[in-house]
């Protein structure tokens, strides 16, 4: 039991971070994190993307407390998994099977089944965003494995990568540049939704007449929640663009490559929980985990990262 508690601590180290340094979280709004010792600081992680639509007055949370206030807590079948699954048709139509996952284990047994193997197979991230790709690419002679998990894997969907995909040829290596965007097998949905905070959305495109896997039950509140986070995300796409991505390049750029509102570390891997550290002393909380991109803080200004300016992280 000790080891277990010990083991989740270590996949929280960087709450704890964040509470040595000053103390507990009282409010989130936005882009913004405001603590007890009354700092507010800028959010740059996101909860791994899913609260990329910032924190708080959100329309899903509203539709939560509605389903809340009904009653619909319990493991019940509802009309909320039809809508759900039209507002991923609607975000993603060229997939015609959407299935969700109440927890990491499951999604990946799913994709295991779908793919016909007894080996559970990880959830990838868009080859864009992979920073092992981008350290072992231009290095690797036999890309049979990349090839396999892009073309047929279970790569992460993201919002606003489309537009980001070879927008600067020069971030991307040349021996992942001939793989051009195109429909996956299956692609993960991650909520956009931090109360969705261990669900997965798994879209198919089911070609190859593959046996699908059913969904979980899910909570109705999170599931009504969920559904209209996504159509808030169809509506932003088309209000968030490079011209809010590029504001703070002249700060970010010296520490990371941005590909659209994600951040890939230039940071050596060992150094980047130092510098997590160091950004956390300058305002600013990053992505904990050396592969997880941190994300450009839509609504935030320059004035966030003045003190990572005037102190720059050394490696």
């Known amino acids: ?33 405001y603590t007890r010792s009354g700092h507010r600081l800028v959010d740059m992680y996101q ?8 924190w708080g007055n959100s329309k899903a949370m509203l539709q939560f407390k509605n389903i809340m206030n009904r009653g619909l807590t319990g493991s019940f079948i509802t009309d909320y998994s039809y809508g759900l699954e039209r507002a991923i048709k609607t975000l993603l139509p060229e997939y015609k099977e959407i299935r969700w996952f109440s927890s990491l284990d499951s999604a ?27 350290m072992f690419a231009e290095e690797m002679q036999d890309l049979a494995f990349f090839e396999w998990l892009t073309i047929n894997g279970v790569p992460r969907w993201r919002p606003w990568l489309d537009e980001a995909w070879f927008a600067d040829s020069q971030n991307i290596p040349d021996k992942v540049f001939h793989i051009e965007p195109h429909i996956h097998d299956a692609v993960v949905i991650v909520p956009p939704l931090a109360l969705a905070r261990s669900y997965y959305i798994i879209a198919f495109n089911d070609s190859e007449g593959r046996q699908i896997p059913p969904s979980d039950i899910l909570l109705p509140p999170v599931m009504a929640a969920t559904t209209r986070a996504i159509y808030d995300l169809i509506d932003e796409l088309h209000i968030r663009s490079e011209k809010d991505w590029n504001l703070f390049d002249k700060v970010l750029l010296k520490y990371w490559k941005r590909r659209g509102p994600y951040l890939l570390p230039k940071i050596p891997l060992l150094k980047y929980k130092d510098f997590f550290a160091h950004c956390l002393d ?32 050394e490696w």
């Open 1 to 33: 039991m000790k080891q277990k508690e010990n083991l989740k601590a270590s996949q929280f180290w960087y709450c704890v971070e964040i509470q040595r340094r000053y103390g507990t979280l009282q409010r989130a709004r936005g882009c913004y994190l």
């Open 282 to 313: 300058c305002g600013i909380v990053i992505s904990p985990n050396y592969r997880n991109p941190s994300i450009i803080p839509y609504g935030a200004n320059i004035g966030d990262f003045r003190k990572l300016a005037k102190n720059p992280f």
């Open 47 to 54: 909860e791994f993307g899913r609260a990329i639509l910032g």
């Open 108 to 134: 990946e047994k799913a994709i295991a089944l779908y793919y016909g193997t007894d080996i559970k197979i990880p959830l990838g991230e868009h080859p864009v965003l992979d920073t092992v790709t981008d």
